[in-house]
């Protein structure tokens, strides 16, 4: 049995690992090159939202196992200045990662950005939301060995998502290279 607190998912009897995850929802850029970033923001991220109510769904499900703690804070860049060094510092403690989430054509320079100070702690990150010109301008920056994409496509509210999936300029690519696609399930 869990209890569920302020985005901390705790046993019932101590936990002997935790995992820390930081879901950021990157802002953007304006023309000048500045992050832009609003006192209060009026429209919350949905993105956030959702994957916050699957991390609470995992967490009571003990994903990682009994005897892993899972706790996550959420950030908000378009309102909320992210501390890259004190997250890095946290994670590198203990374990975790960084999930950069939601992002759209307009904000993946940003998330790259994001991403690219974190990995330089040694921290692992993840991207997902992104789009064909995306895809297409990362792929050739990956890291040699493992990396991990992932998408929930869908024609009705993500579609931009399935489009990147199918996108011939991307599969070309893919291909061009050399990157091995698998499935979770191929592990």
Same mark, same amino acid.
């Given at each position: 049995?869990?209890?569920?607190?302020?985005?901390?998912?705790?046993?019932?009897?101590?936990?002997?690992?935790?995992?820390?995850?930081?879901?950021?929802?990157?802002?953007?850029?304006?023309?000048?090159?500045?992050?832009?970033?609003?006192?209060?923001? &009026? /429209?919350?991220?949905?993105?956030?939202? =959702?994957?916050?109510? !699957?991390?609470?769904?995992?967490?009571? *499900?003990? $994903?990682?196992?009994?005897?892993?703690?899972?706790?996550?804070?959420?950030?908000?860049?378009?309102? &909320? /200045?992210?501390?890259?060094?004190?997250? =890095?510092?946290?994670? !590198?403690?203990?374990?975790?990662?960084? *999930?950069? $989430?939601?992002?759209?054509?307009?904000?993946?320079?940003?998330?790259?950005?994001?991403?690219?100070?974190?990995?330089?702690?040694?921290?692992?990150?993840?991207?997902?939301?992104?789009?064909?010109?995306?895809?297409? *301008?990362?792929?050739?920056?990956?890291?040699?060995?493992?990396?991990?994409?992932?998408?929930?496509?869908?024609?009705?509210?993500?579609?931009?998502?399935?489009?990147?999936?199918?996108?011939?300029?991307?599969?070309?690519?893919?291909?061009?290279?050399?990157?091995?696609?698998?499935?979770?399930?191929?592990?």
């Amino acid at each position: 049995m869990l209890s569920i607190l302020r985005g901390k998912a705790a046993a019932t009897t101590p936990a002997r690992r935790k995992f820390l995850l930081y879901l950021i929802k990157p802002s953007h850029y304006d023309d000048d090159g500045y992050v832009i970033q609003w006192r209060r923001s &009026t /429209i919350p991220s949905n993105s956030l939202a =959702s994957v916050y109510g !699957l991390l609470l769904e995992c967490a009571e *499900a003990q $994903v990682l196992g009994p005897d892993v703690e899972i706790e996550f804070e959420i950030y908000d860049e378009c309102n &909320t /200045i992210v501390d890259i060094p004190a997250i =890095s510092k946290r994670i !590198l403690a203990d374990s975790g990662m960084v *999930a950069l $989430v939601g992002v759209q054509s307009n904000q993946f320079p940003r998330a790259l950005d994001i991403g690219r100070q974190f990995r330089k702690q040694g921290v692992t990150v993840a991207v997902g939301g992104f789009h064909v010109s995306g895809c297409i *301008a990362m792929l050739p920056e990956l890291p040699p060995g493992d990396s991990e994409l992932y998408s929930h496509p869908s024609l009705d509210e993500f579609m931009n998502e399935f489009d990147a999936l199918v996108s011939p300029r991307v599969k070309e690519l893919v291909k061009k290279l050399g990157i091995e696609l698998i499935r979770y399930q191929d592990l």
